[in-house]
């Protein structure tokens, strides 16, 4: 059997664990949200551990977690949007799985981000101009991904549709 992991990559607000629930349950796959590994391993939320301990400590521990997830075979995972900035976590979980990066436009994003307030590098406020922003510096990363799938328009169901064809021709 094919145990390689599916790893979904993308910008915050692609669909990343929404697709990944999806696909689990459809694979019949252990489903791992690589941002609840590390609440649960740091015992806090996201954004208390940002505000507490800071972006750095947060980076430290998700590479922590990605390089245990990595270990792990015929899993779906769903990752942060902030995963591909050391190029150390893709090279890791890239090993035993096929990445795949969801990508979506601006409005789409913050249309499907408008009610969540659990983003620290999103506040609400300027979230267009921080989206943006982000979205540049990063899209060198996402766009260096083997894999990529366009989430505009389509919902969690039609993007594992097309997650999992990637995975059985990768
Ligand atoms: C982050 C994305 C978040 C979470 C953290 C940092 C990022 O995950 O890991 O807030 O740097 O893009 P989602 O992509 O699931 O929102």
Redesign the pocket.
Known sequence: MDDRNIILL?????G??AVGRVLAQRMERPFI???EE?ERRVGLP??DI?RTQG?AS?RRC?SDVAADIAARRGCVV??????V?DPANIEILGRGGVLICLTATVPTLLAR?AD?E?????PSGDRGAAAER?LRE?MPLYEALPCRIDTDGLDPQEVATEALRIFQVA
């Open positions: 993308g910008f915050m607000g692609t990343k664990s949200d690589l941002d590390i996201i954004l940002f972006e947060f998700e769903s990752t942060g949007g902030g995963v900035l981000l969540d659990q983003r620290p590098l999103l982000l990063r």
